[in-house]
DNA sequence: TGTATTAATGACCCAGAAGTCATTAATAGT
DNA sequence: ACTATTAATGACTTCTGGGTCATTAATACA
């Protein structure tokens, strides 16, 4: 496909080796993750994994033992330092939890539902019950984390009385939903009937703050 | 694996051969389905998918023309008849819109987060890209009526003045979101960290009715 | 500049699975 | 009962793609 146009130093660039060694596995990293998203792992070859890294297929196995462990070092990398950061904010912040949790939401539209972060969803999604350790680690640094920081908002907006105690707050995750949909839609039905985010994260926010009933 | 021992007739019944012209290609899809399921869709194997349906890896092919089809065959065999029947029971129920949206909230966890409906969505993530024709399929049969009938329960609502007009009711989606998130976790975290689906529902009705915030 | 080290290569091997088809045998018709 | 029809079979062919390893050549170091 892409012919490693990056840089023709001279006309027959066909096939001059280079020997990089510290950065070889993050290349190939990256160009497995994209071949996963697109094939699925079952169907995504070593050896096109190889070619958009720019090496030849047995350079791969110099880096991996075998396709699952590329498999899931593509995984393990990608699994973001989005929530860390939100952790450590939350506690300093001094506003209202109504405004940590717009921002909360607003993350998510900007940076999780990016098809770098959607690649990884589909992956968990379509692969994840043959790879358990895979899911698990996922559900440890990502999703537990996120857990996590919404309970806080929300106890924090109980505390203060900005919210009610009662069911949603026993099951926070319902808050966070509509994100989770809109991924799921950008992912599947996105390209013949397309999704507007601002929009729906507006609904999204208009929901939770002011439910759907007439006041 | 189970080695067909439904009908032991006789010790050494290991190949009478039957003749069931009409009740195969339904029995070659269910197995299909299965299959599909928990290994996707290249890694599936026909072979398997015929002892499954108790014939030889040949007569498979007598009633679909290769793996594609039988795949495509399975996930149009199970588009449901759900949203039909909800699109008859709106326009003739004589409660309030409330009413109706808690039915509806209802009828998605009870018929819609089944492992049967969690397999086809998990075909349609994983393999949607792949099958672009199935995935308009299914957004025509399913998709786009669930939508057809969240609308007009909304707009019914605001006529009546139960509902707010904004955001929300510009994106109705958002309403069933928790969900499609409900049916989401089933499929990957669940065996993990089980949800609660009873709880959750009182959440995602309390949210959508009640909102989150202090009243 | 010569040599040792080792990163990189890609032809090759081979397991596994899709799809074929000549053969077998169940059933319908007479 | 006999025979024609055709559903069903599974050994076989073919091809794809994971994984190997002897060979090549880039680089470090003397």
Chains 1, 2 share one sequence.
Do not use: C
């Amino acid at each position: 496909m892409d012919k490693k146009s990056q840089q023709p130093k001279n006309p027959a660039d066909k096939k001059i080796r280079r020997r990089r060694k510290e950065a070889r596995p993050g290349e190939i990293i990256e160009a497995g993750l994209q071949e996963f998203a697109e094939r699925g792992f079952a169907s995504a070859r070593i050896e096109d994994v190889a070619a958009r890294a720019g090496i030849a297929k047995g350079t791969v196995y110099r880096y991996f033992e075998n396709k699952e462990a590329l498999f899931e070092a593509a995984v393990r990398s990608r699994v973001i330092p989005i929530f860390d950061q939100l952790t450590i904010m939350i506690d300093t912040y001094p506003g209202t939890a109504e405004e940590l949790l717009r921002i909360l939401f607003k993350t998510i539209y900007q940076k999780l539902i990016t098809p770098d972060v959607r690649i990884l969803m589909r992956l968990i999604i379509a692969e994840g019950a043959r790879f358990p350790q895979i899911t698990e680690f996922y559900y440890q640094e990502a999703i537990s984390k996120g857990q996590k920081i919404l309970r806080k908002i929300v106890e924090r907006g109980i505390e203060n009385g900005e919210f009610r105690q009662g069911p949603v707050s026993a099951e926070p995750m319902v808050l966070v939903a509509p994100g989770i949909m809109a991924a799921i839609w950008k992912m599947t039905f996105d390209a013949h009937y397309p999704l507007d985010l601002n929009r729906f994260l507006e609904a999204h926010i208009d929901l939770v703050f002011n439910g759907l009933k007439q006041s």
